[in-house]
């Protein structure tokens, strides 16, 4: 279980040889599919509803944003690598205001300076944070930094595309309203599929 590239098992790729319906109209795909987003709420460690797309990691990430953003909405972009960087852009496509907090990309977010930061202004929608940068590895502590931002009423928004089931991700215990992951890293899968729990406060 690493962040990937993987290799995909002889067996996965024999299953996906496999004739297959159109998922739109055959029941026995709806059931399949309810069935794995309940395997993948397990494996997440959250009772929230849990989406599959068709789609990498990106397409998950970007319809976030575009579910949540309203225009004008500020949000808040905790930034300490590319991929925390990346959702800049996302916030712009979608009418919002990104509002950056930049930290060392050689190290995790540190939570002290958060809070500091919060204290100050803490106006925002949603807060937007990569648990594990895949170019350099560093991993931040989301068990501190998510409830640190529900306790100033901001939604979280979680990149957990390099980090799922290689590290530890308690959505539910940890306040995480979105967590977004992938096919094609820990779970060595192909790429292509991309899913992410959702709180009742995000729905909301």
Known sequence: MTPGPTQVRKNVRIARAAETTNPDIDPKFFKFYRKTCQRLAAFMNTKAQVLILGGEGMLA??????????????????????????????????????????GDRKRGIHAGDLKMFLEADSDFKFATVVHCDTPSGVLNDIKEICPLLRSFGILTVVDAVSSMVGEPVLTDAWGIDICIGASQKGFSAPPGLSFLSISEKAWG
Not at 65 to 85: H, P, Q, T, Y
């Open 61 to 102: 990430l970007d319809a976030a944003c575009a579910s949540l953003i309203e225009k004008d909405d500020r949000v808040l972009i905790i930034d300490n690598g590319i991929f925390g960087e990346g959702f800049y852009d996302m916030v712009k496509t979608y009418g919002g205001n990104p509002v950056f907090f930049k």
